[in-house]
């Protein structure tokens, strides 16, 4: 489907934000969540999660940049036939990113539905 506009693809992350349970979403450490239209290597990604996961921050872990949550716009919408299917692909991978900051691989998040 066409790419939808980018403040209403916006509100899909944050509703998507909102789904994840509070006591996970407090856990969540210097992590800040973007939307970009396309990831300029692999334009065919939904989402990606860049930094260090929980479960690799030792004692020196401070001072740094936020992670980053990149959920692409027009990726999502590539492969989606409706609206409804981009907000269910959306929280899909706003789910499995964080996941990933929490050090939760690839191959388990497949396991769980969440791949």
Do not use: Q, S
Request: net charge negative.
């Amino acid at each position: 489907m066409k790419a939808l506009p980018l403040p209403v693809f916006e509100a899909l992350v944050a509703d998507a934000l909102d789904e994840v349970p509070a006591e996970l979403m407090a856990l969540l450490d210097n992590v800040v969540v973007l939307v970009e239209d396309r990831n300029p290597d692999e334009p065919e990604l939904l989402g990606v999660y860049e930094g260090y996961a929980l479960t690799e921050r030792g004692w020196d872990y401070g001072g740094t940049l936020p992670d980053r949550i990149m959920i692409y716009r027009e990726a999502i919408c590539d492969i989606c036939e409706t609206e409804d299917d981009v907000v269910e692909e959306v929280t899909i991978t706003v789910v499995h990113e964080i996941a990933h900051h929490f050090g939760i691989e690839e191959e388990r998040l497949h396991e769980l539905g969440w791949g």
